[in-house]
């Protein structure tokens, strides 16, 4: 059974800050991996999807990594604003399931 | 390019009662898959329909039913609620499935009192 867990919990940078997002999985014949950023109370925003055969995606101040054998990937947020404060969450998806969810990172960036 | 649209945004129901959740997917859109958000569990899979067929079903209670139309709109129906049914239900719709990029709604805020 996939288990997909995310550290650090919580994180508070100040602005500007360059920041590392990490996401762990159990299983690691995944089909793919997709990240989203969730602000209080709203739905989730897709920020980058990543398959199986591909080790990075990128997304303006956004790189989303992939190391499968290692059950790893980390997102990077290059210059951070306030206005990347949210819960950012990894989901995996292996050969024929739907999503697991980490429990997300709560970021905020202080101005 | 409409997003994803879930009705209502918010529903306040009774125990015993049911409900029916709607979600219109992005137009051309033919996957659509329910998740549960609570505090305690995180977001968990519910189901997900493909071309009118439900295709996987999450670890939930037979209480929990949805169905897909020809258009591609999903309705979600949870019956005899009780308090833990209490969650964001958000509905995530796709071109194809699983390979490709998911996009969620807003959600439906369901309290049950």
């Known amino acids: 059974k996939q288990e997909v867990t995310q550290i650090p919990a919580a994180l508070s940078v100040p602005e500007g800050e360059n920041l590392v997002l990490n996401c762990s999985f159990t299983?690691?014949?995944?089909?793919?991996l997709q990240w989203f950023r969730q602000d209080p109370g709203k739905g989730l925003t897709s920020l980058l999807l990543?398959?199986?055969?591909?080790r990075e995606q990128t997304s303006g101040r956004l790189n989303a990594s992939l190391d499968k054998s290692s059950g790893r990937s980390t997102l990077y947020i290059a210059a951070s604003q306030p206005g990347d404060s949210a819960t950012y969450l990894c989901a995996v998806r292996n050969y024929g399931q739907n999503f697991v969810f980490g429990p997300g990172t709560r970021l905020s960036v202080l101005p | 390019k409409a997003g994803v649209t879930q009705t209502p945004r918010y529903l306040i129901k009774t125990r015993g009662q049911q409900v029916t959740l709607s979600c219109s997917p992005i137009?051309?859109?033919?996957?659509v898959s329910w998740y549960q958000q609570t505090p305690g569990q995180g977001l968990q899979f519910l189901f997900e329909y493909f071309s009118e067929t439900q295709r996987n079903k999450g670890n939930f209670p037979g209480r929990f039913s949805g169905r897909q139309f020809s258009n591609s709109r999903s309705e979600m129906n949870v019956s005899t609620l009780e308090l833990g049914d209490s969650a964001l239900y958000l509905c995530?719709?796709?071109?194809?499935?699983?390979?490709?990029?998911?996009?969620f709604g807003q959600g439906t805020r369901l309290t049950v009192v």
């Open positions: 995530a719709s796709s071109p194809y499935g699983r390979g490709t990029e998911a996009f």
């Open positions: 990543i398959q199986s055969s591909q």
């Open positions: 299983d690691s014949a995944i089909y793919n």
């Open positions: 137009s051309g859109h033919r996957s």
